[in-house]
């Protein structure tokens, strides 16, 4: 299984991104998929995730009200868009996918079992 990610770049705080994730080698009918970040010199922490009914979603506080998840899981195709980017957004995002059927979505990197290789957002002022 592999995620490929994409959309990362460089944008002026107050603006948007919009980064996308597609699955190859499997899909994930019954399970979720995650968007995670970290930024330099922390540790990699949950975003937001989405199972599979589209309205199954969860956020951490801090991107509530800005960033929406969205996709398909059946598809395995799931996309972030990041709206009113502060500094402090900046970091490196990876897409991943859990394997597990699970009735909420894991917040926790031990939850999901394939991650994709990361692309890297930077907010400037």
């Known amino acids: 299984v592999q995620l490929q990610a994409s959309g990362g770049g460089l944008v002026q705080a107050g603006g948007s991104l919009r980064l996308s994730c597609a699955a190859s080698?499997?899909?994930?009918?019954?399970?979720?998929m995650a968007w995670f970040r970290q930024a330099p010199g922390k540790e990699r922490e949950f975003v937001a995730a989405i199972g599979w009914n589209a309205t199954m979603t969860s956020y951490t506080d801090s991107v509530k009200g800005r960033f929406t998840i969205s996709g398909d899981t059946t598809k395995g195709i799931v996309d972030l868009q990041m709206n009113s980017l502060k500094l402090e957004d900046t970091a490196v995002y990876y897409c991943?996918?859990?394997?597990?059927?699970?009735?909420?979505?894991?917040?926790?990197?031990?939850?999901?079992?394939?991650w994709g290789q990361g692309t890297l957002v930077t907010v400037s002022s």
């Open positions: 080698g499997r899909t994930f009918s019954r399970s979720y």
């Open positions: 991943a996918a859990d394997r597990s059927v699970r009735l909420r979505a894991g917040v926790r990197k031990r939850d999901y079992d394939y």
